[in-house]
């Protein structure tokens, strides 16, 4: 497209951006302007200049052309926070589709409604010294209410003023003639709001072992070198990565810059916020989901006004506009939760490197269980790795123990617990120790598997589990693929085929009835709905009100329980059989985490895996807490599929409430990539297929994959795709969003 007007906003507040103005393209700038460009426009009546960003491109005027404005000039030198963050809202835009008013919004906070608090406080102008000569003066002429403000003062420069009218009882009169003579001057301060309650002193840092300091000074020595800007920590839960962080924080502080530390909301516990709290004290804040808008926002600003050094909280504080940003830590970088939902649907890990590209920081990437994604770059140079190999603190890895259900099956058990399960339960509750049972029904989308010989039905294309349909067919969820349900068991003939339900209640239910002396509590979805519900059930189960506690994955996450020494996994076939090419990732992870959660005090782990795939790589490597095998392994079937990290995969996603619109124009779609793409590289279109909810809130949901080895094609794909869907009328009832990977 030819760039002849340019889409301007011109006031960066967030319930200002959906208000664009026209402007012309001057000759000299034609094809120069990017998205997210800071530019210099005159302004209302009488067109004074004023700085606005460039959000978008159009070719017609939309009002009388000779009334719209000309831009005045690019404001290239111009680098402050805010440039920068719609330079990453450009580059998110470009990466992730969706609109450009959309990324701005992500990267900007929603402004409070409400104005700041002010706080009256008294500041002193002059110097200690000086102050301390006044003060010397005013005991001499026994000027006693003077004392006592210039004692205040000389001990702190600022005061609030409500202390020196109160406890010091001094009158304001007094206050204005010391204000006059040029002593002090009363002052309104804003006052943001501080969601770190926290008290203690700051403590002195552990001493790093030797693994621990070789990595940091590794880090350290290659601080500004391109090739090292990302480094992947692989080290096992307790092997003091942590440490490690708070490091490298340091060292970013000395360099006179500031931090950003990702952690999953479900990890970012109290006791997390109060390590890096008596490591930095007051220069470190939090953002999380239960703080109001406002109170968000107050952080924002406290990190551009430079209160503080150092933010912790989920995905969205990647954002925080840190002046002289030099460190982005992702800790369990592998969770689910650094994907955004809500378009632009983009990845923390890749924002955070496309950041620290921009601002010249470092990349920090930690996980006990790394994403193949990382692991992969790690492999291939592209991340520095580091493996730490021990506990930091001398405690024993859990022992496991697989239970294969098949052979219960046989014997006649057709409860959910093994017989192996339920003696250890008891043996547990006899010593008055805790227990934990997990489901890790994450993703999980209704298999059929053979009760018999453990084999599931799996889509003949693609390699992934078929998912069970209410129409009583089995479905891929890549391709699209259909079958009726077998009869028999194509592995061994069985009849027993049946899909896998089992819930977190039933599961409640038959350990009531099992063990009708213990104490049982149970968190999931229901459970946790109320305010603080998940807070309130991990303390009661910390302050031992409960012996056991089933849950779903909700249980698995950051929490130090040490007086539990059994966990029991009732199947870990249910995250095996989720129906994408994650599936034996995502179990591995569980499953190690969950092993993770036995034996953290004095006393030994035990835990137990029951499945109907005892021989799984990804269960039998997560019982050895073996990644590097499981990692080769799952690798090779990326490989053998086409699926990333090894190739490049690119999800479209269609909704539409008109099923038969949403059906051709997905199909379309498709045809027209296929039209497109040079038959000589090897681009691969899967689908249409149902989304694994094929319909929510009336609204159908389609999805169409595009696999290739290269991301730089797909990005193009997806562009050409843009542009055939904004010419197309059709497309008008359907929405269409990119997810990459
Ligand atoms: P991770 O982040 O890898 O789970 P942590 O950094 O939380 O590991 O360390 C686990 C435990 O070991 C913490 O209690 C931590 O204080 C302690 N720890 C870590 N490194 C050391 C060290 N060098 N000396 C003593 N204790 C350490
Ligand atoms: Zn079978
Ligand atoms: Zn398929």
């Known amino acids: 497209m030819r760039q002849q007007y340019a889409d301007i906003i011109v006031d960066i507040t967030q319930e200002k951006l959906d208000r664009t103005f026209q402007y012309k393209i001057p000759e000299n700038l034609k094809g120069k302007l990017t998205e997210g460009m800071p530019v210099e426009v005159p302004f209302g009546r009488g067109s004074r200049m004023v700085k606005g960003y460039v959000i978008g491109f159009s070719e017609k005027p939309e009002i009388d052309a000779d009334k719209i404005k000309e831009i005045h000039a690019v404001l290239e030198k111009e680098l402050g926070a805010e440039t920068g963050r719609m330079m990453l809202a450009a580059w998110m835009r470009q990466q992730y589709g969706g609109t450009m008013i959309q990324a701005v919004k992500t990267v900007i906070p929603v402004k409070q409604k409400q104005r700041p608090k002010e706080k009256k406080t008294v500041r002193l102008l002059i110097s200690k010294q000086e102050a301390g000569e006044k003060l010397q003066i005013f005991k001499k002429k026994h000027q006693s209410a003077r004392v006592r403000v210039m004692e205040a003062l000389v001990e702190e420069e600022q005061i609030p003023y409500e202390l020196v009218t109160g406890k010091l009882n001094v009158t304001s009169s007094v206050i204005r003639s010391l204000e006059e003579q040029g002593i002090l001057k009363c002052e309104a301060v804003t006052v943001y709001r501080n969601p770190v309650h926290a008290e203690g002193k700051i403590a002195h840092p552990v001493l790093l072992n030797e693994e621990q300091e070789r990595i940091v000074k590794d880090i350290i020595a290659h601080w500004y070198e391109e090739s090292c800007r990302v480094s992947l920590i692989h080290g096992i839960t307790g092997s003091g990565k942590t440490e490690i962080y708070m490091e490298l924080i340091a060292h970013a502080a000395e360099l006179g810059g500031q931090a950003i530390v990702l952690i999953p909301e479900i990890a970012l516990t109290y006791q997390t916020v109060m390590r890096f709290y008596r490591r930095f004290g007051e220069r470190i804040s939090i953002i999380h989901s239960r703080l109001s808008p406002g109170e968000r926002y107050d952080q924002f600003e406290r990190a551009k006004r430079g209160e503080i050094d150092v933010m912790i909280g989920p995905r969205s504080a990647l954002f925080t506009p840190f002046p002289n940003l030099k460190i ?414």
Do not use: W
Not at 638 to 660: I, K, N, T
């Open 328 to 741: 982005i830590i992702i800790d369990e970088e592998h969770e689910d939760a650094y994907q955004s939902e809500t378009v632009p649907r983009y990845h923390a890990r890749e924002v955070a490197i496309q950041r620290a590209k921009m601002e010249n920081a470092k990349v920090i990437l930690g996980s006990a269980t790394p994403s193949l994604e990382s692991y992969y770059r790690a492999k291939n140079g592209i991340y520095r790795l580091y493996t730490l190999k021990k506990r930091a603190k001398e405690s024993r890895l859990p022992s496991v123990q697989i239970v294969d259900l098949r052979t219960e099956l046989r014997s006649g058990n057709r409860s959910v617990l093994s017989v192996a399960l339920r003696e250890k339960i008891e043996e547990r509750l006899e010593k008055k120790q805790q227990i934990m049972l997990f489901l890790n029904r994450r993703g999980y989308a209704g298999f059929l598997s053979c009760r018999s010989c453990g084999e599931v039905i799996k889509c003949p294309h693609c390699d992934v589990s078929l998912s069970l349909h209410n129409n009583g067919k089995l479905i891929c969820h890549y391709c699209g693929y259909e079958q009726e349900n077998p009869k028999k068991c194509p592995q061994c003939g069985s009849s027993f085929l049946s899909s896998f339900r089992v819930g977190t209640q039933q599961i409640e239910e038959v350990v009531r009835r099992e063990f009708p002396n213990a104490n049982v509590l149970r968190m999931d979805l229901d459970t946790t709905r109320e305010k603080e519900g998940h807070t309130k059930i991990l303390s009661a189960f910390a302050d031992h009100h409960a012996d056991i506690l089933i849950g779903t994955q909700m249980i698995v996450k950051g929490h130090d329980f040490p007086n539990v020494t059994l966990v029991g996994v009732i199947a870990a076939d249910l995250s095996l059989h989720s129906g994408t090419y994650r599936s034996s990732e995502k179990t591995f992870q569980l499953l190690t985490q969950a092993a993770g959660r036995a034996g953290r005090g004095e006393m030994p782990g035990e835990v137990v895996i029951q499945t109907y795939n005892p021989e799984h790589y990804s269960i039998v490597n997560a019982a050895r807490q073996d990644y590097e095998s499981f990692y080769e392994e799952e690798i090779l079937y990326r490989m053998l599929g086409g699926y990333p990290p090894v190739s490049h995969l690119m999800a479209v996603h269609g909704s539409s409430s008109d099923l038969e619109h949403l059906d051709a124009g997905m199909s379309y779609l498709k045809k027209y990539v296929e039209q497109i793409v040079p038959k000589k590289a090897r681009v691969s279109v899967v689908g249409p297929a149902d989304e694994q909810i094929a319909k929510i809130n009336d609204t159908y949901r389609k999805i169409l994959y595009i696999k290739y080895k290269e991301q730089e094609m797909l990005l193009k794909i997806k562009e050409r795709m843009e542009q055939y869907i904004k010419a197309n009328e059709g497309y008008q009832t359907i929405s269409i969003q990119f997810d990459m990977n």
